[in-house]
């Protein structure tokens, strides 16, 4: 299902170039589109997969954001493809690029610390509550992973010192939710997605940019 809207969209590109060929006419030449990170640092996956959402129209319009897991980074788009705004994430404790089935349904307490992954791939994202009256980003309902503000309920676990530290190594904490700056969220994420739904682009960590969007890769 995450793949759908990819795949009908090379489907598009395919059949309109195998019509030109037939009509015996020129295929029209392509510009490229690209993202716009207005000078801010990402990785070679993060640009790759911003410039392919862009250049085809794969968000739609709608807002959309990159989740780079190995940098541990947000970045938050526009429907154009200008940047918002980027922010360092805390991520899952354990590395992998699948939900555990049925792990949405389950009490965290029973949840093992190799079953807290944050889970790649393309999520349509809608702002919500949870629980607790606070405000998320749902991102995969289903396994119940959102985007939200950075919890310190529990102090031991100096979330709020990891985001902080330069590097992303100490990064890794959360049962699979993306957690962000609580400023980052409301001045960011939040205006971003009100009256309006999203992309999420969660990259892999262990499997390969190219094997959970084959189709980007495809098309380019």
């Known amino acids: 299902m995450r793949l759908s809207l990819v795949l009908l969209t090379a489907g598009l590109i395919c059949h309109q170039a195998a019509t030109a060929e037939l009509a015996g ?11 716009n990170f207005h000078r801010e640092p990402a990785s070679r996956d993060a640009v790759h997969v911003a410039d392919w959402v862009v250049d085809s129209g794969d968000n739609q319009g709608m807002p959309f954001v990159i989740v780079d897991k190995t940098d ?9 493809g200008s940047l918002r705004g980027a922010a360092p994430a805390l991520l899952g404790l354990a590395l992998g690029d699948e939900s555990i089935p049925g ?3 389950r009490k965290l307490s029973s949840i093992r610390p190799e079953e807290r992954t944050t889970p790649a791939g393309r999520f349509v994202a809608s702002l919500d509550r949870n629980s607790h009256g606070k405000g998320i980003l749902w991102v995969d309902y289903e396994s119940a992973v959102s985007l939200h503000p950075v919890i310190t ?18 990064n890794r904490i959360s049962y699979g939710c993306i957690n962000v700056p609580a400023m980052f969220y409301s001045n960011v994420v939040n205006p971003a997605f009100t009256g309006t739904n999203g992309i999420v682009y969660v990259l892999p960590e262990i499997r390969t940019t190219r094997e959970i969007f084959p189709a980007y890769y495809d098309v380019l």
Do not use: M, W, Y
């Open 25 to 35: 006419q020129p295929l029209p030449a392509h510009t490229a589109k690209h993202a």
């Open 72 to 80: 541990a980074r947000v970045f938050v788009f526009q429907g154009d």
């Open 103 to 105: 792990i949405g349904d």
């Open 153 to 170: 309920s529990n102090p031991r676990e100096r979330r709020l010192e990891r985001l902080t530290t330069p590097t992303p190594l100490d």
